[in-house]
């Protein structure tokens, strides 16, 4: 019972830490005037993965040792993190549509997952445990 607590705060910290780094890249990107043109998917997607790993990086300057400590639970945290943290943007993004806000790339759940699925690995490559 003990070992399911500890693994559900290690993920409910990593993914707080993906979702406030992934709110602060939204509020930076609403700061930005939109283009007049839609961004290429690709393009955005590439983008976004870079960003991502920035985000990471910086991340791990700020806090270097992983929140989760068994390597299973990294290897899972790796996909269920980015999961849970794009469906939140989703539905950020969804609310600011029916609110009629406008959106940036990221309040779409591809989006928001290649970014957090970056930092993630990046987190889970260069972390320490």
């Known amino acids: 019972m ?3 607590f500890e693994l559900l705060f290690e993920i409910f ?3 707080l830490l993906q979702l406030a ?3 602060l890249a939204e509020v930076g990107l609403r700061i ?3 283009r007049a043109q839609p961004l290429h998917p690709l393009a ?3 983008g976004y993965a870079l960003l991502g790993a920035m985000a990471g990086g910086l991340s791990l300057w700020w806090f270097p040792r992983l929140f989760i400590a068994s390597h299973a639970g ?3 945290n790796v996909i269920v993190t980015p999961l849970l ?3 939140a943007m989703a539905m950020l993004g969804a609310w600011r549509r029916r609110h009629d806000q406008h959106t940036v790339l990221i309040d779409r759940f591809a989006y928001a997952f290649i970014f957090a699925m970056a ?3 990046v987190r889970l490559r260069f972390g320490a445990a």
């Open 32 to 34: 930005i005037k939109p």
């Open 21 to 23: 780094l992934e709110l």
């Open 44 to 46: 955005g997607g590439v």
């Open 2 to 4: 003990e070992f399911i």
């Open 85 to 87: 943290s794009g469906g």
């Open 13 to 15: 910290g990593e993914l």
């Open 74 to 76: 990294r290897i899972a």
């Open 119 to 121: 930092m993630a690995l």
